[in-house]
């Protein structure tokens, strides 16, 4: 019963828009007062045991990699490359923003981080190029989103962390639900854009634009290609990313400085000294929840009520899709997956298609007000309304809508290359 008093804490806490940490501490505290006898100093214990994990190095590694290659000059030469290759189709010009946007994803593991570093660049040519300015913004802003989905992607190895599943099958499992989002969105953009003038395809700009982004299309064939071969663990191959994309935009592409990159490494460092407190906390709050069975009690409580595999993954989807509207990603992950796991697990769903189910469904909520992140982030380093924001990307909740539907349907698309 005492564990039924935890859902009204923290659903209190977020709709007073409390920070996560507080909400997490709060819950962490009251956990440890209920189950732990009176002794909620046993949550230091457990932050310090949670946080002994060499799999947390690779989060704040992953977003100096990010960081390098974003604000160096990786994406301008990306875009150039999927301009060169398939400017010529209809729509050419959205189809090399979104096949940039994934190739980005591949290298930054975040949505913010490829919205901005690809938007930067194309939203502008877009519009320039007679593209309709709400398709233009929509289409950078939904490209962004796959980030989070295709690898490397920091909430899936949060996902990990707190679930203790296979950051390598999350990876692997990302990758088809991150090519149909992308081939989707590509088919839209070319669709919608079919009437306006082409240019004819230029095999020596192709040549050219090869030349110069060969180091950064490397980029995803060594960061991934090492995870796969199992040459390189997750943290080892983030350190190797980091490592290639510091060497290629100090001395091949020249386009950061020592002190520049200075800057990025205590950006980067600011980023992850919020995140990583947060994660002590909620791996502690997991770990007393486990120990004292509170997920099974949670289990045998819901399946009471549904009993199909089916009613169950459709009203989950529906939580999710209104959690996503309301909460940022990681704290929905560091809030949810622990209970919601396990849940899914009893219905007979794997831990790693859930994990990508749940991340393709707060993903649609960067796109949806009122905390859609690409949204918020949009509109300030674009310049653009929101409400304007919000019009652009609802044709691509839609299409977002319907992967998600598909890959629910389909398991089969995110697990054939788990091995």
């Given at each position: ?14 709709v ?12 962490a505290?009251?956990v440890h007062l ?13 932050m310090?045991?949670?946080?002994d ?28 490359v999927?301009?060169?290759l ?9 189809v ?29 040519a ?28 920091i ?6 962390l ?18 149909l ?13 079919r009437?306006?003038?082409v240019?004819p ?12 982004g ?8 060594i ?13 080892e ?24 990159l200075?800057g ?5 460092a600011?980023?992850?000294?919020g ?9 502690s ?19 009471q009520?549904?009993d ?6 459709l009203?989950v989807?529906l ?21 919601l796991?396990?849940?899914a ?10 994990g ?16 859609g ?15 304007m ?24 698309i ?6």
């Amino acid at each position: 019963m005492s564990a039924l008093l935890l859902a009204p804490l923290a659903g209190m806490l977020l709709v007073l828009r409390q920070p996560l940490m507080l909400v997490l501490m709060a819950l962490a505290a009251a956990v440890h007062l209920i189950w732990g006898r009176g002794h909620p100093e046993w949550l230091l214990e457990d932050m310090w045991n949670a946080l002994d994990k060499e799999l947390i190095l690779s989060i704040p590694l992953f977003l100096l990699c990010g960081q390098v290659m974003s604000r160096g000059a990786t994406a301008q030469r990306l875009v150039r490359v999927m301009r060169a290759l398939v400017g010529w189709m209809p729509g050419g010009l959205a189809v090399a923003c979104v096949l940039a946007c994934a190739v980005d994803a591949s290298i930054s593991g975040s949505s913010i981080a490829t919205m901005l570093a690809i938007g930067s660049v194309m939203a502008p040519a877009l519009v320039s190029n007679g593209y309709e300015r709400r398709f233009s913004y929509g289409c950078v802003m939904a490209g962004g989103t796959l980030g989070i989905i295709i690898p490397p992607s920091i909430p899936m190895i949060l996902y990990g962390l707190v679930t203790e599943t296979s950051v390598v099958d999350l990876f692997a499992a990302g990758v088809g639900p991150g090519l149909l989002l992308a081939g989707v969105f590509a088919l839209y953009a070319a669709w919608k854009n079919r009437r306006l003038p082409v240019q004819p395809f230029d095999a020596a700009e192709l040549r050219a634009a090869l030349r110069e982004g060969v180091w950064a299309l490397l980029m995803p064939v060594i960061l991934l290609g090492g995870i796969w071969s199992g040459f390189f663990s997750i943290v080892e191959s983030a350190a190797v990313a980091f490592a290639y994309a510091v060497a290629i935009e100090l001395f091949v592409h020249r386009a950061l400085s020592a002190s520049r990159l200075r800057g990025l490494v205590l950006e980067a460092a600011r980023i992850a000294g919020g995140l990583l407190p947060v994660l002590a906390v909620a791996i502690s709050l997991v770990l007393i929840l486990n120990e004292h069975r509170v997920p099974a009690t949670l289990v045998g409580a819901v399946q009471q009520w549904i009993d199909s595999p089916l009613a169950f993954i459709l009203v989950v989807n529906l939580l999710l899709l209104a959690v996503g509207c309301l909460m940022t990603i990681d704290a929905a992950i560091l809030v949810l997956a622990p209970l919601l796991a396990p849940m899914a697990e009893a219905y007979g769903f794997d831990r790693v298609l859930f994990g990508v189910l749940m991340i393709l469904n707060l993903e649609i909520g960067f796109l949806t007000p009122p905390v859609g992140l690409n949204l918020i982030v949009a509109a300030g380093a674009f310049r653009q309304p929101f409400a304007m924001l919000c019009r652009a990307a609802a044709p691509f909740v839609v299409l977002m809508l319907g992967c998600l539907t598909l890959v629910t349907w389909q398991p089969w698309i995110a697990l054939a290359l788990v091995r």
